[in-house]
T-cell receptor, first 113, second 112 residues
């Protein structure tokens, strides 16, 4: 089962920041937080991942709380093309099945003009 | 271009027939994965391979088989034992078992 909880859906106005929350209260010390998104009928796209420090790349920023029990993915200036299902995944940094990506149902983000 | 190629994009088969889905990557990745997605649901792991000539069952392996004879190829066979084979199938690869995975564009299988 997925180790994360996300709201099923969110709306965001075009050009505004989209802040997608994720709860992972049972995360352990060596587990990473990964974010992927899936545009309708396509394969998921990797966005970003982090352990405990905040991370930023050309797509998004990842803010992880100090206790690591929750995180927020930030799309700074959402566009219509950012409309997708966003998956927050906790992944172990060890081999075997514990290192696999386990997808929940994600958050469907709708960016509106 | 480097990437993961799944073919075909759409596949139709009659009930009771085995069918093999292709997944090829030229990223020199060691690990490869197969997922299944049903409408409105997240992805579920079928099989994974962390290195060539080795593979492991995922959460829903029953009715499926794989091989990993070459580093770049990880074909998935959907057998007649799979009760509900109609689904969207996604292949992924990663440089190592603990690095980010990249996905192909998927094969939509319809069994009639």
């Amino acid at each position: 089962d997925a180790k994360t909880t996300q709201p099923p859906s969110m709306d965001c106005a075009e050009g505004r920041a989209a802040n997608l929350p994720c709860n992972h209260s049972t995360i352990s010390g060596n587990e990473y937080v990964y974010w992927y998104r899936q545009i309708h009928s396509q394969g998921p796209q990797y966005i970003i991942h982090g352990l405990k420090n905040n991370e930023t790349n050309e797509m998004a920023s990842l803010i992880i709380t100090e206790d690591r029990k929750s995180s927020t993915l930030i799309l700074p200036h959402a566009t219509l093309r950012d409309t997708a299902v966003y998956y927050c995944i906790v992944r172990g940094n060890y081999g075997g099945s514990q290192g696999n990506l386990i997808f929940g149902k994600g958050t469907k983000l709708s960016v509106k003009p | 271009d480097g990437g993961i190629t799944q073919s075909p994009k759409y596949l139709f088969r009659k009930e009771g027939q085995n069918v093999t889905l292709s997944c090829e990557q030229n990223l020199n990745h060691d690990a490869m994965y197969w997922y299944r997605q049903d409408p409105g649901q997240g992805l579920r792991l079928i099989y994974y391979s962390q290195i060539v000539n080795d593979f492991q069952k995922g959460d829903i392996a029953e009715g499926y088989s794989v091989s990993r004879e070459k580093k770049e190829s990880f074909p998935l066979t959907v057998t007649s034992a799979q009760k509900n084979p109609t689904a969207f199938y996604l292949c992924a690869s990663s440089k190592a078992w603990n690095t980010e995975a990249f996905f192909g564009q998927g094969t939509r299988l319809t069994v009639v």
